[in-house]
């Protein structure tokens, strides 16, 4: 059975069947998933000075379905499906990080030539789960993104203080991160200070507690060579970024603001010096205006893709929110 490539341009409509044929190719024909990943165009590789737009796709491995005010937003895969593929066709879009499930539909879709691809590594600290905090890796391994031609791997890092699951999850993280650079693929790092507040996992997206994860994050596994960070944009970006030499990707999460509001912030901060682009999900994915297309445009229109300016020499407000992805 063939793998059918997707269009440029994606239909929108409610046909339930739309995607019935990956029902009957993983059904019959299950190999054709390495096939595809094995025939696909790759990316021809990150430069400094284009900054690479990625869309996420990873929440519902989570549990995490919810969008604004609806909790189950993300839940009809078909839906998503729908909306990845319109993000997809945009050329602006570098690439996908997405769990492995879904990272099999969009590779039998045909979605992926010429994408960078990241897979989602640790999935296990479900949200809501009394043992959240311990979040093993229970998505894509390192051997597996080598085998599908993948460019790296993603790994969220919880860091609670009061908590003493996080140090599982900081040896397991050093771990992976050995994995991929054995393989010479991207770690691909989102690091927040956390806590548990009325029963929820909250991130402390305070200025000092960003940089403070940063210290702690960056300095896991036993190289740095391929390590990325992945960071949510708060107040003083310029302290945050000149905490790391990592290159970094902004991450949107689930904006409680006006989306132009929320642009404005990715813009100011794309132009900092060591980020290489951004990596959102739910805030194009799913925009207030159902616009996929509109939003993905205006996000790709903020990326920096001039040749970079080189040098010669060297020496040169507190507040928390949900987990965001």
């Not at 737009?53 to 839940?75: E, K, Q, T």
């Not at 909306?83 to 769990?99: M, T």
């Not at 771990?175 to 989102?190: G, P, Q, Y």
């Amino acid at each position: 059975m063939s793998v059918i490539p997707a269009s440029a341009a994606v239909a929108v409509d409610d046909d339930p069947r739309r995607y019935e044929h990956l029902s009957v190719i993983r059904l019959e024909d299950p190999d054709a998933v390495a096939r595809a990943a094995k025939a696909r165009r790759r990316h021809p590789g990150v430069k400094a000075g284009k900054q690479n737009f990625i869309v996420a796709a990873d929440h519902p491995a989570r549990g995490a379905l919810a969008v604004g005010s609806d909790p189950v937003a993300m839940a009809d895969r078909r839906q998503l499906l729908d909306r990845l593929q319109i993000a997809l066709a945009n050329p602006d879009v570098d690439g996908v990080l997405a769990s492995p499930d879904i990272m099999d539909d969009l590779l039998l879709l045909g979605a992926l030539d010429g994408k960078l691809l990241f897979g989602s590594m640790n999935r296990g600290g479900l949200s809501g789960l009394v043992n959240e905090f311990d979040d093993r890796f229970t998505g894509h391994t390192a051997a597996a993104l080598e085998a599908l031609g993948a460019d790296g791997g993603k790994m969220l890092t919880r860091i609670c203080l009061g908590d003493p699951d996080t140090v599982v999850t900081l040896e397991a993280t050093a771990k992976a991160i050995d994995s991929l650079a054995e393989r010479k693929l991207i770690a691909m790092v989102e690091p927040f200070l956390s806590v548990r507040e009325h029963g929820k996992v909250r991130n402390d997206l305070s200025t000092n507690a960003v940089i403070k994860s940063i210290g702690i994050a960056q300095g896991l596994g036993s190289t740095s060579a391929y390590t990325w960070m992945k960071l949510p944009v708060v107040a003083e970006m310029e302290r945050v970024m000149a905490a790391t030499t990592m290159p970094t990707v902004l991450l949107g999460g689930d904006p409680d603001s006006s989306q132009d509001d929320v642009f404005a912030s990715w813009g100011a901060a794309l132009a900092l010096p060591g980020v290489q682009g951004l990596t959102v999900g739910r805030t194009l994915l799913y925009p207030h205006d159902g616009d996929v297309a509109g939003a993905v445009a205006t996000a790709a229109s903020l990326l920096h893709r001039s040749a970079p300016r080189t040098r010669s020499t060297h020496n040169t407000s507190t507040r928390t929110a949900e987990v965001s992805e």
